[in-house]
């Protein structure tokens, strides 16, 4: 591929993604507003038909808990998918936070003992960095929990002057780098290419035996700003 078909290819792959980062989140506003609306309201009835004064049977009481107890999961759910589509967290408080519930959440309910060391000062990165850092580490925690066998993960996000830099290291089973371009998965590539579309890297250290180390790297808002006048 030439450099301009290259440029071309990130240009095009950074508009794609941005319209499904778009997509996912008019998903979400649909299901948080009308789903779980819906939900929480027939929670609410059953909740009133439980109340004493309604003189319920003890068979119907039963019977009203169970559907109470499955609405109540129902909410859990699709909270869980609103989140996956859309981390709400990144929106309103910034990556920190997002990345902080993410771990806890995934990581603990996978039996993975995770250690956090995240700025609790605001990064200042564009939403179209903040969403990629999210997406790198949620594709990263994935494969922690599905492949790597691994009792413990580190993540780190540290603010250098011009960038922002993301480690992400577990202590698995590893694998060899080289396997990686025969297995044609899109999960590790599409990382790299999602941050080489807004000017960052992926880096890879990985062995058998050895776990793996991911460290992810994007350039900050402000910095784009320069680049973009100069
Ligand atoms: N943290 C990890 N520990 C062990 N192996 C890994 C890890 N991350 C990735 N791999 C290996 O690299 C391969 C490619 O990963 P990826 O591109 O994300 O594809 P997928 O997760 O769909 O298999 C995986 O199939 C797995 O063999
Ligand atoms: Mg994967």
Redesign the pocket.
């Known amino acids: 591929m030439s450099t301009t078909e290259a440029e071309g290819f990130s240009f095009l792959l950074a508009r794609h993604l941005e319209r499904k980062e778009q997509e996912q989140a008019a998903l979400a506003r649909l299901l948080h507003d009308e789903l779980c609306g819906q939900l929480v309201a027939a929670r609410m009835l059953v909740a009133r038909l439980l109340e004493p004064s309604t003189r319920a049977s003890d068979v119907q009481r039963i019977g009203l808990e169970d559907v109470e107890r499955q609405l109540a999961t129902a909410i859990t759910i699709n909270r869980r998918i609103v989140e996956r589509l859309r981390p709400g967290l990144l929106d309103h408080f910034g990556l920190s936070p997002a990345l902080q519930a993410l771990f806890e959440e995934q990581g603990r309910s996978a039996g993975l003992e995770v250690v956090l060391r995240l700025p609790q000062e605001p990064l200042e990165l564009s939403p179209e960095a903040g969403i990629c850092l999210y997406r790198v580490a949620e594709?990263?925690l994935?494969?922690?929990v599905?492949?790597?066998?691994?009792r413990r993960i580190d993540l780190q996000v540290v603010r250098q002057a011009t960038r922002c830099v993301m480690t992400l290291r577990?202590d698995?089973?590893?694998?060899e780098p080289s396997?990686?371009e025969g297995?044609g998965?899109?999960?590790?590539?599409?990382?790299r290419e999602r941050l080489g579309a807004l000017g960052g890297r992926l880096a890879l250290t990985?062995a058998p035996g050895s776990?793996?180390c991911?460290v992810a790297s994007l350039p900050l808002a402000a910095t784009l700003r320069a680049a973009a006048g100069s």
């Open positions: 594709e990263a994935d494969n922690v599905k492949h790597a066998q691994a577990d698995g089973v590893g694998f396997r990686l297995l998965t899109v999960g590790l590539p599409l990382i990985a776990g793996v991911l």
